[in-house]
């Protein structure tokens, strides 16, 4: 059990108060939200203003069930007790009872009927032509609903329409006596007079029996303190929400097409922020955070600036990352890798026919010096999109998908993906081989290795390498400090445009920094040349065929 006061008890006790309370009208999700907001305590489903909110009219055009529908988004965005108003009850009693067991089912606190005959119009409409309902079949309506409740503090307020219809006071009394009688919650008296003497006089007569609820849409003028000196329970404000949106409709409606722009209007209607705060956008937010695989905290920084001049006419139109391997730019499936392990914030610097790189969702930074610099200056292109986890990684690399997803998880400030296998295999580009303090103990699952130096030179001091880099480098927010450093550093020297990743990665070590070292065996490869295609077509199909 939990102790939170049902949307039934709290609209019997905004009844049952010692004070004069207000209810407002909502007509669906976004108004009884509103009404909530602004602090109301109660909202009236009116069935005007359900009825004009579908374009039709106030006389039982759209079906019971549609109006139970729209009830169901209002209790859905709300938790302040929605009272409908259930016209006549949709029928005779059983319709009744089964409105009764439909509204409990959808949170709905109460139901006010009123006592005219199927199908009913607006009491302001016609009035004096209106039927009312035979006194003794209206109680039954009212006693079948009250029968039906399961709920037991389901409020059933009953409408006397005998002064709207022009029956007078007598016959307003007796009906209201009859239907207190027959088990209503409470009774509403209507008017459609412009001062509220008829009500005051009907109030006075009937002297607190059971509480009163009023609709002072035609005696609007008169002070509310005149309703709680005549001890009325409840007033409904019972069409303002409506009558506010169709004014604002209609106006900038008007506006806009004889304007034939907007920019007039922006000022008098509300920000799109403010539907997304209405619509709950935060709490879907929060709970995509709890429930959605997390999107990765990570960033891509892909080097595609160079054209590959190996591939001559191949590459006479576009970058080498632009070159289809089996049909698709080898940029794409870059970008689709990165992607597919949630990093989409991707950036590519570009310089070699930039314009040709039509990607989705990436960003593009381009180094105009293209031609005449080396990797650093298109890394230090794009400095303002580091970020304080990032990958930065070269455009012609192919790989299986879950070398990016384990070097994702891997340990360090700054970290290298490294290959153990193939160490003199087939080197079409620059080999850079790797110098580190633990070579890779396969058996070892992330074994701990620090990068001792990286080299285009096999065998360096008599030293075998321990692999080569792939073109893969990470840092995470220390890291990043560490590189954007050194990178400043570099920058100011005179050879900063003949510089390579390797050498920024040899600065850092210099300044005395670790980087950690993951080792892979195989599975990747870069694009090079013309060889390096046709092995690409073959890896890219194998490997679709072992994933
Ligand atoms: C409604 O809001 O639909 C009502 C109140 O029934 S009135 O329009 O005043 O009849
Ligand atoms: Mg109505």
Redesign the pocket.
């Given at each position: 059990m939990n102790n939170i006061t049902s949307r039934q008890t709290k609209l019997k006790d905004i009844l049952n108060s010692s004070n004069l309370e207000f209810i407002l009208?909502a007509h669906n999700g976004i108004s009884a939200r509103l009404v909530e907001q602004a602090g109301f305590k109660g909202i009236?489903a009116?069935?005007?203003?359900?009825?004009a909110q579908f374009g039709v009219r106030?006389s039982n055009e759209a079906s019971w069930t549609q109006i139970v529908d729209m009830l169901e988004f209002m209790t859905d965005v709300t938790s302040i007790p929605i009272l409908l108003?259930g016209?006549t009850g949709y029928g005779n009693f059983n319709n009744m009872r089964r409105l009764v067991r439909k509204l409990e089912q959808r949170n709905i606190a109460g139901v006010?009927i009123?006592d005219k005959q199927f199908p009913k119009t607006?009491?302001?409409l016609d009035s004096d032509r209106q039927a009312l309902a035979d006194v003794d079949e209206f109680c039954g309506k009212i006693k079948a609903g009250k029968d039906s409740q399961s709920i037991d503090d389901f409020c059933i307020v009953a409408?006397v329409e005998a002064l709207?219809a022009g029956w007078g006071m007598r016959e307003a009394i007796t009906r209201a006596e009859a239907y207190f009688d027959a088990g209503a919650d409470a009774i509403l008296i209507?008017s459609?007079n412009s001062d509220p003497g008829e009500v005051l006089e009907f109030s006075s007569i009937w002297g607190n029996r059971c509480p009163l609820v009023i609709?002072p849409?035609?005696y609007y003028s008169t002070p509310t303190s005149v309703f709680a000196d005549a001890d009325i329970s409840l007033v409904?404000w019972?069409?303002h929400m409506i009558r506010a949106s169709i004014y604002a409709m209609e106006s900038v409606s008007q506006e806009i097409y004889q304007n034939e722009s907007i920019v007039d209007v922006e000022d008098k209607i509300s920000q799109i922020n403010k539907i997304f705060s209405l619509q709950g956008a935060d709490e879907l937010d929060e709970a995509n955070k709890k429930y959605l695989t997390p999107t990765s905290k990570y960033s891509a920084i892909i080097l595609a600036a160079s054209r590959g001049s190996q591939f001559k006419e191949l590459t006479k139109d576009k970058p080498k990352a632009m070159l289809n391997i089996n049909g698709v730019p080898l940029l794409q499936r870059l970008t689709t890798e990165f992607k597919e392990q949630g990093v989409n914030d991707i950036n590519v610097v570009a310089g070699y026919k930039s314009d040709m790189i039509n990607i989705n969702g990436v960003k593009i930074t381009k180094n105009q010096e293209y031609d005449s610099s080396n990797e650093l200056v298109s890394l230090f292109c794009a400095v303002n999109s580091f970020t304080d986890n990032m990958i930065i990684i070269y455009g012609d690399l192919l790989f299986r998908s879950y070398i990016l997803n384990d070097f994702i998880e891997a340990k360090g400030n700054i970290t290298i993906v490294v290959d153990s296998a193939n160490i003199d295999k087939d080197i079409s580009g620059m080999p850079d081989f790797v110098y580190c303090d633990k070579n890779d103990d396969r058996s070892l699952f992330r074994q701990d290795a620090n990068l001792k130096h990286i080299s285009e030179l096999r065998n360096e001091s008599n030293e075998l390498p321990s692999g080569r880099w792939i073109g893969m480098l990470k840092v995470n927010k220390i890291g990043r400090q560490i590189l954007d450093n050194a990178l400043t550093e570099l920058s100011s020297q005179e050879n900063f445009k003949d510089l390579t990743i390797p050498d920024l990665i040899n600065h850092i070590l210099s300044n005395g920094h670790e980087i950690k070292v993951h080792y892979i065996n195989g599975h990747w490869l870069d694009v090079n040349d013309l060889v390096d295609i046709e092995r690409a077509g073959d890896f890219i199909s194998t490997s679709a065929s072992t994933t």
């Open positions: 009208e009236w009116s069935g005007l203003a359900l009825s106030d108003d016209d006010c009123e607006n009491s302001f409408r709207i209507h459609k609709v849409t035609k409904i019972a069409n």
